[in-house]
């Protein structure tokens, strides 16, 4: 028999130990391309879907430019982007998704109040054109996997798989088991984010997870000291990162995350669990109804001058509470 020199490629070997090599990823906004982008960095096929081709034609758009920001930074080379992008495909069309292994859930809607009617439909349309090993993921920390797997006909395959942001860059990943999921379905997610290099922790469904419910007190209590006048936003910041080895403050944090991804978690959890904790701060909502959601529109805690920080909010002197 002869053998070639291609059967000892580390490529070779790595699609044979694994059968994982496609993705699908429904809703690709700033998680989803990170997510997107990370995959095929580490050799898997991706497709992505979003509302039609315009958004499409976007969103690679986009994804290109973060890759260039990468070359800039010396992260990567102009053939590691073409080899990328090569990997990364986008659609409107579910039919698409039919020969992926993993299918995140990553939508992200700006409409008041929760998306478990969306996320459901979603998973039921991926379900309609995926194979019955497929996992359906959902990237959801406010919402438990059971309930938006509920119309599914096999709700064994329903897992959450929640990337904290930046997904690229955060080492670890929360693992969301529902009432159903089997454990063919908890080895292979845990296999594929072996396969992407994270670290992952596999916990119990609870709305907000682990990371989601402690975050957003700590962003809450941020606000109160703010509004207590014990301490300015940037010296809230600069204590919790100098004092505590936090990366960023909680007010970088909640600019990072965006103020109104902050304000829906808390009244999910809120309209949960009924604890003061989680009830949103006024700070917050007047934030979030003037539009300063945070790094993505220039203006939240701090103001932003491409994407850098220019200066903290006054609070005293641009908004009164």
Known sequence: ??????????????????????????????????IARMAARYGMDVIFLDMDEDKVKEIFHLIGSQLDEEINHFGLTEGDKRSILSRIKGTSRYEDLGTCQIVHESVNSRLPGSN????????????????????????????????IALQLENQERAIGIHFLSPANKVKVVEIARGVNTNIKTLELAKKYLKMLGKDTITINESPGHISTRLIVTLINESCELLMEGVGTVDSIDKLMKQGYGLQQGPFEMADRLGLDKVLKWMDNLYNEYSLQKFKASPIIKRLVRSKYWGKQTGKGFYNYENGKIVAPLVFMTEFKF
């Open 1 to 34: 028999m002869t053998e070639r020199i291609e059967d000892y490629s580390l490529n070779k070997r790595i699609r044979q130990q694994s059968s994982l090599q496609q993705i699908g990823i429904v809703g690709c906004g700033i998680v989803g391309q990170e």
């Open 116 to 147: 478990l009617e969306l996320c459901r439909e979603i998973f039921k349309k991926i379900e309609a054109h995926v194979s019955p090993e497929c996992v359906i993921a959902t990237n959801n920390s406010s919402l438990m996997v059971s309930e």
